[in-house]
């Protein structure tokens, strides 16, 4: 589950060894902590070497809703409850795809 704690990072997250979806991979879905949507299929997260878990595709089209930040990132929330998830970087995932 994804929890926010701040607009723009998910709880679970941190620099100082506080991350603890980031090396798991395990099979299942990551939904949205605050309405239960369905966000990111485990299927699509790879190893990347920022403290966040990184995923490269949302599960539905509608999983996430965007909003230009910078040219190469957007801030994402939930696409159900405008629940806080963080960026997708454009480009920075395998095959040049998104990295979330």
């Known amino acids: 589950r994804m929890r926010r704690t701040q607009p723009d990072k ?15 991979f395990g099979d299942g879905v990551y939904v949205c902590s605050k309405c239960d949507y369905e966000l990111f299929q485990s299927t699509t997260k790879f190893k990347h070497d920022s403290p966040w878990p990184a995923f490269s595709e ?32 454009l480009g920075d995932g395998p095959d040049g795809k998104s990295r979330f």
């Open 58 to 89: 949302t599960m539905h089209s509608d999983s996430v809703s965007k909003r230009t930040e910078t040219p190469r990132a957007l801030k994402v929330s939930c696409g159900k409850c405008g629940n806080g998830l963080g960026h997708e970087f």
């Open 10 to 24: 998910m709880s679970f997250c941190g620099w100082n060894s506080g991350e603890v979806y980031k090396d798991h």
